[in-house]
């Protein structure tokens, strides 16, 4: 009887002898000729882009396994594997969020006024390598780097220049930053706070995730055990002080960047992200007090369907995690929110315009797979930082996906697809083999000290480059259907050497014109609450800020006690 | 005589750009095609990246910056080669780098820049081969 139910739940359907003389024309018909090989450059093959084997046909019997209620569900409904929202897209469209940052603070805030007004409908911040790694702009380390991959942001002034004449209470913010993630949160409380809003009415989300940092990034300061400790101590504040503020952006996006498989970066990042679960725990958080704040940002590369299958994988790990594990009761706590990026490694330099089409499938793929919000890049991002032309047609490329292709109209439309279906499970399935690996080294932090995620990284982006060489994977005008380049045609956007030397002359004018006294108190201060575990770091941070301590000096301060971080170089 | 050694290669990275896939990679496909390869880890100066040339006596400097630092980082690398009287090591990179600058780069002195896409037969190829001349000038 019981397994009787079971199986009516089941999604396999029942083999009737109609349907199993279908299969046996079927399975003739394919092997009628011969077992088939996938001719180098022939596109079809047998695996995915990351190596997960692939049926050349999926039918009910690969999902018998699967269980509707438990497996599935409904969209906004445990484990979430079809949505977080009952109608979805019907309910609310994902955010279109693009990520700018160049130059000084005030060319920043032009490119920021120019995305508003083009419908955009939140702001990301995107930081230079100096702000990123907690140096000023004139240290002798920021040379060359300064106002190139994003904006230079040195002390509280320029993140008051970043964001003028521009609403704190009315938008939200994204703010990609991880190493120094406390300052620019305390920059931009101070910002808002100088201009009348209060900590309580921000809306936005800070990356924070330091443990890809050492998995994939390399934007570290300190030793990852002291990192996780700021972390929590954001966590504690934002939680009492700021209701509206994400916390943690647990990324995926960096682990694929520098090389993963689709179930690396789906394996590394819910690691990531309940090593931070835990880590609150563990400092007297209860879990429903932090969870519903959490959130996740996954990369979308060019292999559709398996994206697909690992934001729905994503979901229903998570939330079984939350519920099972941890012990979340609070339904928010269970739901895994996410903002996409489509893949940056998928663009190619050559014939850079085909780059448009990449991003607009690998978009497609983000939003059949649920997304919350959503940042397509431009094709020039290979070569350079977008101009406003190509910025503006990635634009456009989400805004025709979201109002002309109808991929709004129904949730999750690919749920009940044999294969998706078959695809996420397997996903889910290699995640778990790689958490047991992850906790037999003793957790994310020891596994990072190994080397093992590094070292999986690594050798996934071998072969991964190696299947390019021997062309059992096509990519069009690299490997395949190249063409003479001629000289592109594409205008880029060149950031000159005077955003350096402007940038040097400012922050030293903010330390010239300030009280050194108060600054040096500042930050004795905030020493004092870094060597003392019962503290919380964000207050005297904040005041260190409002000091107008610059990033430099705010960070040189904490490496004082804490040390630097350095990697052991292996290839 | 000394020609029969495998042909040594630095691969680094400069600066504080901590992309290093393609570096790894790179790493790998010369270590892979017969070449002792020293990967230098991040974040190096100019003036490490050319100090452990000279000590670990190098055919090649192979250098990857994918963060928009190249026209700062490169130059100062040639400047230390030819300050260390380094110059015939052969010095060549890759990375985030527009054509433009790739040109203003090779005019500089910089050898090769590959850029995203770039198959590893061809980088492989141009190690071997200039790195290869060298050896037979220098020995």
């Not at chain 1, 003793?442 to 999986?456: K, R, T």
Request: hydrophobic share 40%; with cysteine; net charge negative.
């Amino acid at each position: 009887m019981a397994k009787m139910i079971e199986r009516a739940s089941g999604l396999g359907a029942a083999e009737t002898a109609e349907y199993l003389e279908q299969k046996a024309r079927w399975e003739a018909a394919w092997h009628s000729r011969g077992p088939r090989r996938n001719e180098p450059g022939s596109g079809a093959t047998d695996r995915t882009i990351s190596d997960l084997p692939l049926a050349p046909l999926y039918t009910p019997e690969d999902v018998a396994h699967l269980d509707l209620a438990r497996d599935l569900a409904f969209p906004g409904e445990y484990p979430y594997t079809r949505g977080i929202h009952a109608g979805m897209y019907r309910d609310r469209l994902w955010t279109m969020r693009q990520f700018a940052g160049f130059g000084n603070a005030k060319q920043t805030n032009e490119r920021y006024h120019f995305l508003l007004a083009q419908g955009q409908t939140g702001l990301s911040v995107a930081f230079d390598m100096p702000t990123l790694m907690g140096f000023d702009s004139d240290q002798p380390q920021s040379l060359g780097e300064v106002g190139k991959c994003g904006v230079a942001i040195d002390s509280l002034r320029d993140m008051e220049t970043l964001f003028q004449g521009i609403d704190l209470g009315a938008i939200t913010t994204s703010m990609t930053i991880n190493g120094p993630a406390a300052i620019a949160l305390a920059q931009y409380i101070a910002t808002a706070e100088a201009k009348g809003i209060p900590r309580a009415a921000l809306g936005g989300t800070l990356q924070a995730d330091i443990l890809k940092e050492y998995i994939a990034q390399k934007e570290w300061i300190f030793p990852p055990r002291p990192h996780v400790r700021i972390i929590v101590d954001m966590m504690k504040f934002c939680t009492s002080e700021m209701p509206k503020w994400n916390t943690i952006s647990v990324s995926g996006y960096h682990i694929r960047e520098a090389g993963s498989t689709a179930v690396q970066e789906l394996a590394f990042t819910l690691a990531d992200g309940f090593a931070y679960v835990e880590a609150a725990m563990k400092a007297g958080m209860d879990v429903d007090s932090f969870a519903p704040r959490l959130s996740f940002f996954f990369n979308s590369h060019i292999d559709f369907f398996e994206e697909i299958c690992k934001f729905r994988a994503a979901r229903r790990i998570y939330a079984r995690h939350m519920r099972e594990r941890y012990g979340a009761k609070d339904p928010r706590s269970w739901m895994l929110r996410f903002h996409t990026q489509t893949a940056g490694c998928s663009a190619t330099a050559q014939q850079p315009e085909n780059n448009i089409v990449r991003v607009a499938y690998e978009a497609m793929a983000a939003v059949l797979g649920g997304t919350q919000s959503l940042h397509t890049n431009s094709m020039d991002e290979v070569m350079a930082l977008p101009t406003e032309k190509s910025v503006e047609i990635a634009l456009r490329t989400q805004q025709v996906l979201a109002y002309e292709t109808g991929v709004t109209s129904v949730a999750d439309p690919l749920g009940g697809s044999y294969f998706v279906e078959a695809l996420t499970a397997e996903m889910e399935d290699q995640a778990e083999a790689y958490f047991a690996q992850i906790e037999d080294y003793g957790g994310v932090i020891e596994a990072i000290e190994a080397g093992f995620f590094q070292h999986e990284i690594a050798d996934a982006s071998y072969r991964y480059q190696r299947s390019l060489e021997t062309k059992e994977r096509v990519i069009v005008g690299v490997n395949a259907f190249e063409k003479e380049e001629l000289a592109s045609d594409i205008d880029l956007l060149k950031i000159g050497e005077e955003i350096e030397r402007g940038q040097a002359r400012s922050v030293a004018a903010v330390r010239a014109n300030r009280d050194a006294i108060h600054v040096e108190e500042a930050l004795s201060e905030l020493k004092r609450a870094c060597r003392d575990e019962e503290r919380n770091v964000m207050p005297p941070l904040i005041a260190a800020v409002k000091a107008l301590a610059t990033e430099g000096e705010i960070v040189q301060a904490m490496v004082e006690v804490y040390g630097r971080y350095t990697e052991r170089a292996a290839f | 005589m000394s020609n029969d050694r495998p042909l040594r290669v630095i691969v680094a990275k400069a600066g504080l750009d901590g992309h290093d896939r393609g570096a790894k990679v790179i790493a790998r496909a010369l270590r892979d095609a017969g070449m002792e390869v020293i990967y230098t880890g991040l974040f190096q100066t100019p003036e490490q990246i050319v100090q452990t040339a000279i000590q670990e006596d190098v055919d090649g400097i192979g250098l990857s910056i994918l963060s928009g630092a190249h026209m700062t980082l490169f130059p100062a690398v040639i400047e230390q080669l030819k300050a260390q009287g380094a110059a015939d090591i052969v010095f060549f990179g890759g990375g985030t780098i527009p054509a433009d600058d790739a040109r203003e780069l090779k005019e500089a002195g910089v050898r090769e820049i590959f850029t995203p896409g770039a198959p590893l037969s061809q980088i492989i190829e141009f190690v071997e081969r200039e790195c290869g001349k060298r050896r037979e000038l220098v020995g």
